[in-house]
């Protein structure tokens, strides 16, 4: 169909039609893109009467044109007319709920959700529920997945009459013959039970979560879990113990690992739906359960939430319960034959000593610090150094520096590079949490000995580590404490660290300033221009060019120039080609 000239009213429609019969995905899904601005140009009656039927009667194409689609009729309500034409949207996006893609469906129910709320009370109950109930009745299981995530919109605004057939379809729909209709039910019932009063969440709801939390599908049981942090939020304490506790303590021994999992995963959000008693009673034992549970999955979740489930604990039992119940798993962990497990745990274990104080700190958990510092996993020891600010505030940095520190420096030592890199690594987060003095003290010394390693790898890692230590404690700190050393090694009899001299320049350049720059570190690098050895001179024309942006035009002639000047007929052809290359970069900039 083509518009003719004449004809301009037909035009923007003409053109959409053609946009989307043409072959090229990209064009109908730039034509789809456009729809608000056709929406505008047609008016509000028009886009009523010809756009909103026409897309309705054009969904059968490729799914990244229909996600577009339902994405854009979610805005459309002022396009329409506003609050009393909203209703003309639901047809287009019923049908694009009951298509096969899964991310179409959702975002259609997104769109739908968005809608809803533009209409009034009258015409949730004369278009929108009708919608609900079809998309519930549907032959196809997309379209009763997709109802489920629509009765917790209309419900709290339409009559009890119209109330009472919502729950009845969401009834049928817990109980569907297919998995995945009941999976969507068990997903959605969270926030259904949220907007139902406290009787029929009873006497309603909660047989059919229950029902739900021993389907014969895991991944039915495990989304009831979700729920049950919903309902119990909403229940009063005195109907908890009855009504969710039989229900979850099933969940958290479900032959399933999966089921268990998420129970492990939303135990600190159950943990405070529940309140302090019955947590007391029954949650500590099922926490200890899923601590030594026989999937490291499963273990690795727990562990995740030691931290937090500790910190929620009634204070009037909670140092105790730690102490007899939770720590006893806790020292388990930290040898756990599952490193994602160790890891978890080592994220979270710091946080418990703000928690038992000083003495049980420096008792019970600083051994376990220790053995996880010296765990095999780099994730393992690098979560013990990123919390050590944790532990410092309980116990002192006199004391820490007494049990931890000699670990860091044993690591540091390791006969295996890749130990020593990540220790590295590890540094200068270590010294922001330490203090510049504690650093000077005992880890400064460590740091300039990686220079010097016998592993380029590591030499090159702590040069970068200089200038992270010198971004954190600042240019002065660096001219007094870390220049001295740097400009030292080039002296080295060793060419390698000479080298590393030069490696240190590169990097320390930047963060020093210009003026330590040009006064300190410049005569070295001139002074190595001399060196015995090619791969010193020509390092010596690249650090020129790295740093040489950063001088006056005045150093750049006495000084840069004729140095590189003198290595340009070096008999070296890799110093001469280097020297070229440089001096051709300082032209370009003066």
């Known amino acids: 169909m083509a518009a003719s000239d004449s004809d301009d009213s037909l035009y923007p429609i003409a053109v959409l039609i053609d946009e989307l019969r043409n072959e090229d995905v990209q064009l109908r899904l730039n034509s789809i893109k456009k729809l608000s601005t056709i929406a505008l140009a047609l008016g509000v009656e028009r886009t009523r009467s010809e756009l909103i039927p026409f897309l309705t009667d054009t969904i059968y194409d490729e799914d990244e044109v229909l996600l577009a689609l339902a994405e854009q009729l979610g805005n459309f309500t002022p396009l329409v007319g506003g609050q009393e034409h909203v209703h003309c949207l639901l047809p287009p996006l019923e049908s694009l709920a009951t298509v096969e893609e899964t991310v179409v469906r959702d975002k259609a129910v997104e769109s739908l959700r968005k809608i809803a709320g533009d209409h009034s009370s009258a015409d949730l109950e004369a278009h929108f529920v009708p919608l609900v109930k079809r998309l519930a009745q549907g032959d196809w299981f997309t379209s009763r997945t997709s109802a489920c995530g629509l009765f917790s919109v209309p419900y709290p605004r339409v009559s009890s009459t119209v109330k009472a057939e919502l729950r009845t379809n969401f009834r049928n729909l817990c109980g569907d013959d297919t998995p995945m209709v009941r999976r969507a039910a068990a997903g959605k019932m969270g926030e259904f039970a949220k907007v139902l009063e406290l009787e029929y969440l009873k006497s309603d709801l909660i047989p059919l979560w229950t029902n739900l939390a021993s389907d014969e599908q895991d991944s039915v049981r495990l989304l009831a879990v979700e729920a049950c942090v919903s309902i119990a939020s909403i229940l009063p304490p005195e109907d908890l113990e009855t009504l969710v506790m039989p229900t979850l303590k099933n969940a958290a021994e479900d032959k399933s690992w999966r089921v268990r999992y998420m129970v492990a995963d939303k135990f600190t959000e159950l943990q405070m739906a529940v309140g302090p008693e019955i947590t007391k009673k029954e949650l500590v034992p099922a926490f200890q359960g899923l601590l030594k549970d026989c999937e490291a999955e499963v273990r690795a979740a727990a562990a995740n939430k030691v931290k937090e489930f500790c910190e929620n604990l009634p204070e009037d039992i909670r140092e105790a319960t730690i102490m007899t119940s939770i720590l006893p798993c806790v020292k388990d962990l930290v040898s756990d034959a599952n490193q994602h497990v160790k890891s978890a745990l080592a994220s979270v274990i710091m946080g418990l000593s703000p928690i038992l104080g000083k003495d049980n700190t420096v008792e019970h958990l600083l051994p376990l610090f220790l053995l996880m510092l010296k765990d095999e996993c780099a994730e393992v020891r690098l979560n013990i150094i990123s919390n050590l600010d944790c532990v410092n505030q ?46 000077d003290e005992k880890l400064n010394s460590l740091c300039m000995s990686w220079l010097v390693d016998h592993v380029y790898a590591i030499r090159e890692a702590a040069t970068n580590n200089l200038k992270k230590l010198v971004e954190k404690f600042g240019a002065e700190w660096a001219q007094s404490t870390i220049l001295p050393k740097v ?90 080609y280097y020297a070229q290359e440089a001096m051709s970069v300082l032209c370009d900039a003066a």
């Open 487 to 576: 400009v030292g090694m080039a002296q080295d009899p060793n060419y390698l660290h000479r080298m590393t001299t030069l490696f240190c320049i590169n990097v320390l350049a930047d963060v020093c300033g210009n003026e330590t720059t040009m006064k300190v570190l410049l005569p070295v690098v001139v002074k190595l221009a001399a060196d015995a050895v090619p791969n010193v001179r020509f390092n010596v024309a690249k650090t020129i060019q790295k740093i040489g942006s950063q001088f006056d035009a005045t150093t750049i002639n006495n000084q840069c120039k004729p140095c590189l000047e003198k290595l340009q007929s070096d008999q070296d052809y890799d110093v001469k």
């Open 394 to 439: 309980v116990i002192g940095i006199h004391q820490l520096s007494q049990s931890l520190l000699p670990a860091i420096v044993e690591l540091a030592e390791d006969t295996k590079w890749r130990v020593r890199l990540a220790i590295i690594e590890y540094m200068p987060l270590l010294a922001g949490q330490l203090g510049v003095e504690f650093f």
